[in-house]
C-alpha cells in the first residue's frame, strides 16, 4: 500500500480559509483516486500549507471493455462509421448475439501516472471563497502565492507540473522540498514520507495538526490563567483564529492597566478579540480580571518579556481609543440619538431605521399585555434599542449593539427593565445564545423579530435556497425560542397582521404576507427534526389546522406522541390509516362518500358497536380540544380500539350490496372527520 504525501505551501492563507480548503483537498483528491482505493486519508492545516496523507494502491488494474457497435447486416456505412470512430478495422471486431462488438484492452496505470494526470487540472480548478494572481506568465490562482509542491509516493516524487501549453504556471513543479517556521528555521529542508515530514517540521517549530495546536493554545492559556486563580473566557471561534495563525503556539499573559477596568467588560473582550486576538480573562464570580491572554507564534529567547511588554502597550492604546468613544458616547442621552435613526436607511423599500423604530415601537405596546408587560416600559425599550446605532462604540465594534445602548440608558436613568430590554431584544443570537426571560425584554425582541419577517416579506426579500441575507430563518427561529422557553401563548397570525398594518402601503397587502405563518411552521418542524423530536406528527396536529399558537400546538404534539408510544396508541394509528386508505382508494372511484349513515343498513354488531362508539367518543374529543384538555381527548379516541379492531376483523366494507358498501364508506368517513379533531394520521410515520 504506497503512501501520498501531498502538500501545498503558501504565503500566509486567511485562517477562515485553512480548514475548508485542507477538506476540499482531501475531498477532491480522493474522488480523482478513486480507482486506486484511496484509505487511511488525513487532512492537514496550517498558515502557510494545505496538505494530505493517504495510502492507496499501486496500480489501477486493467480491464477489457466491450464496446457494442451496429447490428449484423447493418447497412456498411453504419460499420465503417463505427471502425472509424474506433481507429479498427473490421477485422478487430467480434459478432456476440447479433451485434459487432469491439472488446478493448485497457492497461493498467500505476498510481504515480494517475496521480500526476489528476493534480494538474484539480489545483487549476480548486475552489479557494477568494484566489488571487502574481506574477507574470500564468493565469494559474491560488488563494495566496503558491511556493511549492511536495508530492512523494513511497518516498519517491511524483512529477507535477502547473506548465500547460503558453502558460508556465509559475515554473510551479512537484519536488520534496517544504520549509519549516518563517523565522525560526527558515530555508527548504528535504523530506523523504509523511512522518519525515511531519516530524521535520516539528523540529523546525511548525506543529502541523490544527488540533494539537488548538489544544496548545487552549491548554496552555488555561494553566496560565489558572496560576493566578483566574479562567478564560470561553471563544472556540478565536482559539481556531489563533490556531490558524501560528505554526508554534506559545501563550502568554499580559497585564491590563488599572485605569481600564471601569471599561464595560464586553468593550474590554471585544476589544482585544477583534483588533488583536487576544484571550480575556476572569475571576471565579465572572468579573473581568485585570488580565489578558495571547498566542505568540515562537518562543522568545528572552521567556517573552519584551514579547509581554509590546502587547501590553498596544492594548493600552486600542483601550485609550475605546475609553474615547466610551466618554464620548455618555456624554448625550441616549434619547437624543433617536432623530439621527430617521437618516440610516433600512431598507429601500422599508424606509429608514427611523421608520423601522416606530413600527416596533407600536409593535411592542400591543404585545406588553400579552406578555405581562408594562405597556409604558415596553414602547421605551423599543424606541431607545436602535438608538446606539448611531454611538462611536457601535460604530467602532458593530458586534456591541444593544449591549451600549443598555449602559447608555442606564447610565441615563431609564428604568433597569428598558435598559435590559435594550440589551436583549437582539437575543437570540444564535443557537447556544439563551432568550430573553423579563416580560419588557421579551415585548420587545419579539416586536423586533415580527417587524423584520413582515417588512421584509413584504418587501420580496423572502430566503431563497440556501441564500438568507437578512437571516430571516435566524428571526423565525428567535421567535419560536422565546415563544417555547417561556411558554407564551400568542396567535402569531393576528400578530403578522397587526405587523403589516404599520408597513408602507403599497406593501400591506403584499401576496408575500400570506407565506408567514408556513414559514414559521417549517423553522418549527425543522427544528424539533434538529432535536430528534417527533416533526411528523407536529405535522399531522398542523394539517388544516389555522392555529398558531407554537405552545398549544407543541402540547398536542407532546400528548400524542406520548399516546403513540402505546400500544393502544399505535393500534388505533394503524386502524385509522387504514380507513384513511379505504376512504382514498373508494373516493376515486365514486367518492366523496360523505353524509350520514343510515343504522338501518348495519347489518353486523361490529358496525354497530363502531357507530355507536363514535356517537359516543366524538362529542367528548370535540369538548376536550375545546378545552385544551388534549389528554382528555387522546384518551376518549383511545377508546375506539376494540371497536375498530372487531370491524376490520369482521366487516367488508367493499361489500357486494351498493347500499351496503356506502354506507360503510359513510361510517369510515366519520371516523375519520373525528380523528382529524386530533390529527391528520396519514401524515405520521409508522
Not at 480507482?35 to 500549507?49: D, E, I, S, V
Amino acid at each position: 500500500m504506497p503512501e501520498l504525501l501531498l502538500e501545498l505551501f503558501s504565503e500566509e492563507i486567511p485562517a477562515r480559509m485553512q480548514a475548508r480548503g485542507a477538506d476540499d483537498l482531501l475531498r477532491l483528491v480522493t474522488e480523482a483516486l478513486a480507482p486506486l482505493n484511496p484509505r487511511n486519508a488525513t487532512a492537514f492545516a496550517g498558515p502557510r500549507r494545505i496538505a494530505l496523507t493517504l495510502t492507496l494502491d499501486g496500480t489501477v488494474p486493467g480491464t477489457t471493455i466491450a464496446e457494442r457497435g451496429p447490428r449484423e447486416g447493418a447497412p456498411e456505412k453504419a460499420l465503417a462509421g463505427f471502425t472509424r470512430k474506433h481507429g479498427v478495422t473490421q477485422d478487430d471486431l467480434v459478432l456476440e448475439n447479433g451485434f459487432w462488438v469491439l472488446n478493448r484492452t485497457v492497461p493498467p496505470v500505476e498510481a504515480a501516472t494517475r496521480i500526476a494526470e489528476i493534480l494538474p487540472p484539480l489545483l487549476r480548478r480548486f475552489p479557494w471563497p477568494k484566489s488571487m494572481r502574481w506574477g507574470d506568465g500564468s493565469a494559474f490562482t491560488w488563494v495566496r502565492p503558491l511556493r511549492r509542491i511536495l508530492c512523494l509516493l513511497d518516498g519517491e516524487v511524483v512529477y507535477v507540473t502547473l506548465a500547460k501549453d503558453e502558460d508556465d504556471g509559475h515554473g510551479l513543479h512537484a519536488d520534496r522540498l517544504t520549509e519549516g517556521h518563517r523565522f525560526t528555521a527558515p530555508g527548504a529542508f528535504a523530506v523523504t514520507g509523511a512522518a519525515d515530514w511531519r516530524e521535520g517540521l516539528r523540529a523546525r517549530q511548525v506543529l502541523v495538526d490544527a488540533a494539537e495546536r488548538r489544544a496548545l493554545i487552549e491548554d496552555g492559556t488555561a494553566r496560565l490563567a489558572a496560576e493566578e486563580g483566574l479562567r478564560i473566557v470561553a471563544d472556540p471561534g478565536l482559539v481556531d483564529e489563533v490556531a490558524g495563525l501560528t505554526e508554534w503556539p506559545v501563550p502568554f499573559l499580559g497585564r491590563i492597566d488599572e485605569t481600564f477596568m471601569d471599561l464595560p467588560p464586553e468593550v474590554m473582550q471585544v476589544s482585544m478579540r477583534v483588533n488583536q486576538r487576544y484571550f480575556a480573562l476572569v475571576r471565579d464570580d465572572g468579573s473581568a480580571a485585570p488580565r489578558f491572554a495571547f498566542v505568540a507564534n515562537l518562543q522568545p529567547e528572552d521567556g517573552g518579556a519584551l514579547t509581554i511588554a509590546g502587547n501590553e502597550r498596544v492594548l493600552r492604546a486600542r483601550f485609550a481609543d475605546a475609553r474615547h468613544f466610551w466618554d464620548l458616547d455618555r456624554a448625550r442621552p441616549l434619547a437624543s440619538r433617536i432623530g439621527a435613526l430617521d437618516a440610516i436607511i433600512f431598507h429601500a423599500a422599508l424606509g429608514s431605521q427611523g421608520e423601522r423604530v416606530q413600527r416596533i415601537v407600536r409593535l411592542a405596546g400591543l404585545l406588553a399585555p400579552m406578555v405581562g408587560a408594562p405597556i409604558a416600559e415596553a414602547e421605551r425599550a423599543a424606541l431607545l434599542a436602535k438608538a446606539d446605532l448611531t454611538t462611536g462604540m457601535v460604530g467602532e465594534f458593530p458586534e456591541l449593539q444593544g449591549v451600549m445602548g443598555s449602559y447608555y440608558a442606564r447610565h441615563d436613568g431609564e428604568p433597569a427593565s428598558v435598559a435590559t430590554a435594550i440589551a436583549e431584544h437582539y437575543m437570540p443570537r444564535g443557537q447556544t445564545d439563551g432568550v430573553p426571560t423579563a416580560p419588557v425584554s421579551i415585548a420587545v425582541a419579539l416586536a423586533d423579530k415580527i417587524d423584520s419577517l413582515t417588512a421584509f416579506f413584504a418587501a420580496g426579500e423572502k430566503p431563497g435556497g440556501s441564500g438568507d441575507p437578512y437571516a430571516l430563518r435566524r428571526a423565525a427561529l428567535g421567535i419560536i425560542r422565546i415563544i417555547r422557553e417561556n411558554a407564551l401563548r400568542l396567535d402569531l397570525v393576528r400578530l403578522f397582521v397587526l405587523a403589516a398594518e404599520t408597513l408602507p402601503e403599497t406593501l400591506r397587502d403584499a401576496p408575500d404576507l400570506a407565506l408567514l405563518p408556513g414559514f414559521v411552521a417549517e423553522r418549527l418542524r425543522v427544528q424539533l427534526r434538529a432535536e430528534g423530536a417527533r416533526h411528523d406528527i407536529l405535522a399531522a396536529i398542523s394539517s388544516g389546522n389555522e392555529d398558531s399558537d407554537i405552545t398549544r400546538l407543541l402540547t398536542r404534539t407532546d400528548v400524542l406522541a406520548a399516546m403513540l408510544a402505546t400500544d393502544d396508541g399505535q393500534n388505533l394509528l394503524a386502524a385509522t390509516k387504514r380507513a384513511a386508505n379505504i376512504l382514498r382508494i373508494e373516493d376515486r372511484k365514486d367518492g366523496p362518500h360523505d353524509g350520514t349513515p343510515d343504522p338501518t343498513l348495519y347489518e353486523q354488531p361490529e358496525e354497530r358497536d363502531l357507530a355507536n362508539m363514535l356517537l359516543e367518543v366524538t362529542p367528548a374529543v370535540e369538548a376536550a380540544i375545546s378545552n385544551e384538555r388534549y389528554t382528555d381527548a387522546m384518551r376518549e379516541a383511545a377508546r375506539l380500539r376494540p371497536a375498530l379492531d372487531r370491524f376490520f376483523e369482521a366487516v367488508t366494507v367493499n361489500a357486494d350490496r351498493a347500499d351496503l358498501r356506502l354506507n360503510r364508506l359513510r361510517l369510515l368517513a366519520e371516523l375519520r372527520r373525528m380523528m382529524v379533531l386530533i390529527a391528520d394520521f396519514s401524515q405520521i410515520e409508522g
